[in-house]
């Protein structure tokens, strides 16, 4: 099926009305369905309404010597990207002709009021099951880049996702020279293994999961590994120019290191937002990250260079897929007669190289001018202290569990593991239905120790189980640390708030010290964020306004930890006036 398909075209308001009207016949529209978009039409007068058609299907695909069949979308990995400008709605009809129940998020999209297609499975839906359909409205607000989409149910992600690009709005441009070229870059993982066997071994197992066998760039895992020099992908540029590499890290349980032999790359926005022009040789990326990079193609004619990725893993008892995937950045020859030697190597940090990952990502800052201003609260309402721990549990009767010393691993914040329900919480919430979740989420850790000590009592690694979820006022402004702990193994912990984005005001290695740490907040460029990666053993602040009613999801981006159970809900309350208030639900949310 073709991807993408303009049902609303970008136009003035009143011509924006007109159009939609003929429509309703030959989309098959209910009334409520036609007034949601009726209601966009006059909010968005320059916008557009596009609409895409996702159908999950097993396809057939062959990596390092072997074939499986893999659940995607429209028969592709990585998926279709979509494109759209700021400020435009995105209708996406999800079909599952697959075998498994599928959810699928908008990654670093707010919904603004809307938080029915945010997607995360049993936190604001119940899943698509085999067979039917939902039709999913993103609502683009401020944001502006690259972003990107995945699935939300189960390890599904590994091969659903895609990226999805926000143009300027009509009128307006990149606060940069715009580039001659847009090219997407999207790190993955491929195992061997069907997904859903090595997620089922892993939760029965109870220990670490079964590592990729292959990292990827563009689906293909490049000419370090068996059966796959021949479709390694090739980036063709001419000298001279610029390009914007779009890029994505949407491998499961790592952050990466990325680097291209013989070039630097000027670092120009991320998360949906634009940064001040960062030039490294290097770049840190967390699951779940997006950024903006500007490549600039100052070698010969003829030359070829490899683009290079590998995991950064800075716990040495975590297993980790230790290996590199590669792509060709290849120059047209023009009048040269083309390189016979193999490509130029990159240099890229050591595996394990804290230092650098903690200092790219602490280097990021805002573009902060007049045509992109930013607003970091600053009179601070609610404040929280999150920790962040990787706990064991015990083994039920008769189980064998792979776990440290027999148990099983688990996860959690401020000592809770997130204890996934059997319905939607938004859903119960928007209903007034009791029994779904509890609202005592606690704001700071329920016991207070040595966070980062190399040796900690074994007691404390034994977390509570519990769907508690933290009510925010609407508008209230909040200050978030994260504090990374040294339970079991501490580990870096890539953090994503769905519904928001928020400022990364600071951050540092050992226990956070508020009289201290505080004192060098960055209150005037910080990043505007999505997802940040806690560095091992260490803390990060975040601020935020809550000004998104709605039930969103906060986890750890690593997919073995949310599994084990890393993850809380945020309740933004209802404001006062109407357009402060939650949006009705569609009438084809998936039944639970």
């Known amino acids: ?106 990654h670093g999209v707010k919904q603004p009021r809307y938080p029915w297609s945010d997607g995360p499975e049993f936190v604001t839906q119940c ?50 020279t715009k580039p001659d070229a847009e090219v997407p870059v999207v790190l993955g993982e491929w195992w061997q293994n069907d997904i859903q066997t090595v997620f089922e071994d892993f939760i029965t197992g ?14 293909q895992p490049g000419d370090l590994y068996n059966c796959s020099s021949s479709e390694t992908t090739k980036i063709k540029v001419d000298e001279g120019k610029t390009y914007m590499l779009r890029m994505v890290n949407a491998a499961m349980n790592n952050i990466a290191f990325f680097a291209i032999a013989n070039h630097s790359l000027t670092v120009v926005g991320g998360d949906g937002a634009y940064m001040k022009p960062l030039i490294s040789n290097y770049i840190t990326i967390a699951p779940g990250q997006t950024l903006d990079l500007l490549l600039t193609a100052n070698q010969p004619a003829g030359g070829r260079y490899y683009m290079a990725a590998k995991l950064f893993n800075g716990q040495p008892s975590s297993l980790f897929d230790n290996t590199t995937t590669t792509a060709i950045l290849e120059y047209n020859t023009g009048n040269f007669t083309p390189s016979s030697q193999a490509p ?19 280097s990021l800052r805002s573009l902060a001018t007049p045509e992109h201003p930013i607003d970091v609260p600053l009179n601070i309402k609610k404040t929280l ?20 010393g027999g ?48 040796s900690l009592n074994r007691s404390l690694q034994f977390p509570e189980t519990g769907t508690d979820v ?15 702990t040294n339970l079991v193994a501490g580990v870096d912990h890539p953090m994503h708030l769905h519904g928001h984005s928020f400022y990364v005001v600071g951050s540092g290695f050992g226990n956070f ?79 639970c």
């Open 470 to 484: 933290e009510m925010l006022k609407h508008n209230e402004t909040v200050e978030l640390v994260f504090q990374g």
């Open 513 to 591: 010290n508020r009289k201290r740490d505080s004192l060098n907040y960055n209150l005037v460029d910080p990043p505007l964020m999505q997802t940040i990666a806690v560095p091992q053993n260490g803390w990060t602040a975040i601020r935020f306004k809550a000004d998104n009613p709605g039930v969103w999801f906060m986890h750890c981006h690593l997919e073995r930890h949310v599994s084990w159970g890393m993850g809380m809900v945020f309740i933004v309350r209802n404001g006062k006036s109407s357009n402060a208030r939650i949006l009705p639900p569609p009438p084809d949310m998936p039944p």
């Open 206 to 219: 109870g220990g670490d999961p079964a590592s990729s066998d292959a990292l990827t760039i563009n689906g």
């Open 1 to 106: 099926m073709h991807a993408c398909e303009n049902i609303i075209e970008r136009s003035q308001l009143v011509l924006g009305f007109i159009m939609i009207t003929p429509l309703v016949k030959e989309m098959k529209m209910s009334f409520q369905a036609l007034g949601f978009l009726l209601v966009l039409s006059f909010i968005h007068s320059q916008a557009a309404v596009l609409q895409y058609t996702f159908m999950i299907q097993e396809t057939n695909y062959t990596r390092l010597c072997s074939s499986k069949n893999i659940l995607t979308v429209n028969g592709q990995f990585p998926g279709p990207t979509i494109t759209a400008r700021r400020g435009d709605t995105v209708i996406v009809d999800v079909i599952n002709g697959g075998d498994h129940n599928i959810t699928i998020h908008w």
């Open 407 to 454: 148990r099983r691993f688990a996860a959690s914040i401020n000592n809770i593991t997130f204890d996934m329900p059997s319905t939607s919480v938004l859903g119960a919430y928007y209903r007034g239905i009791n029994g779904v979740y509890g609202n005592d989420f606690p704001d700071v850790p329920p016991f207070r120790f040595n966070y980062t000590a190399s």
């Open 385 to 404: 202290l999150y920790t962040l721990s990787i706990n064991t549990v015990p083994c039920s009767v008769n189980e064998t569990c792979l776990g440290p």
């Open 344 to 362: 130029v190597f990159p240099s890229l940090p050591d595996f394990n190289d804290s230092n650098a990952s903690f200092n790219f990502t602490s």
């Open 127 to 176: 899943p698509i099951q085999p067979g039917a359909n939902f039709s999913q409205r993103v609502l683009l607000s401020d944001e502006e880049g690259t972003l990107w989409w995945h699935a939300h149910s189960d390890w599904s992600r590994a091969t659903i996702h895609g990226l999805f690009v926000i143009l300027p709005r009509l009128g307006t441009t990149y606060p940069f």
